[in-house]
């Protein structure tokens, strides 16, 4: 059973619409939560890090974290089509180990 | 951000054959670094957790023969795909920790095993 869980996508979103990406974990021992950008065939590049309940936001970027929940978002406002990646969601439990998301992939469309 | 950088991006080599990808953290210490191996349109698995001056701990399935790691430095650790197969070809992966526990990933290593 996967640990973290992110819709696949497709999520295709129009140039400067908001882009809203959503995620749940099941380990309730997850202390620290983080969203990556994965370009095709590139590594994994850390956009947003979040630790306690509500909202986080930098610049375009907002992430909100419910842990009652288990749920983790992530916003893109104002979606440029250098933003169309895969989008991953991690959890970090003891020890600084992550479990990853499948990914979103993500298409904003000019 | 933190560095952290991997050598070689890519690699092609022969069935059978030995293949050592390292894994460096620049600009600080890391005694602890993770491989992950990524296969097309899937997410990220980790393999295991590399601890500098003790053994790598294995993830579930990852055979710890054929996937060797050593961490001699708390800036070096490297992973070795030994008698690699068609099979193993993929896009590995190392990621670093700051003492804020954030993870900070190499640039991917992709091997080709023909």
């Known amino acids: 059973q996967k640990e973290v869980e992110q819709n696949s996508g497709p999520l295709s979103v129009p140039e400067g619409a908001i882009a809203s990406l959503n995620c749940t974990y099941s380990?309730?021992?997850?202390?620290?939560f983080f969203w990556y950008r994965q370009y095709s065939g590139k590594s994994p590049e850390l956009i947003m890090s979040i630790y306690s309940n509500g909202d986080k936001e930098d610049g375009r970027f907002t992430a909100q974290l419910n842990k009652a929940s288990q749920y983790v978002s992530l916003l893109i406002r104002d979606s440029q089509p250098s933003d169309s990646a895969t989008y991953l969601c991690?959890?970090?439990?003891?020890?600084?180990?992550?479990?990853f998301g499948g990914g979103t992939r993500v298409l904003v469309k000019p | 951000g933190a560095v952290v950088s991997q050598h070689p991006s890519w690699v092609i080599c022969k069935s059978g054959t030995s293949v050592k990808i390292e894994c460096r953290s620049l600009d600080f210490q890391a005694t602890t670094m993770f491989w992950y191996r990524q296969f097309p349109k899937q997410s990220l698995m980790l393999m295991a957790t590399?601890?500098?001056?003790?053994?790598?701990?294995?993830e579930q399935g990852v055979e710890k023969d054929k996937f060797l790691i050593n961490h001699a430095s708390l800036t070096l650790s490297t992973l070795t795909v030994t008698s690699a197969h068609p099979e193993d070809s993929s896009f590995y992966i190392c990621?670093?920790?700051?003492?804020?526990?954030?993870?900070?990933f190499g640039e991917g290593s992709r091997l080709t095993v023909l």
């Open positions: 380990d309730r021992g997850s202390q620290s």
């Open positions: 991690a959890a970090q439990a003891a020890g600084n180990k992550l479990t």
């Open positions: 590399s601890n500098e001056g003790s053994k790598a701990t294995y």
């Open positions: 990621s670093a920790a700051q003492s804020g526990g954030e993870l900070f």
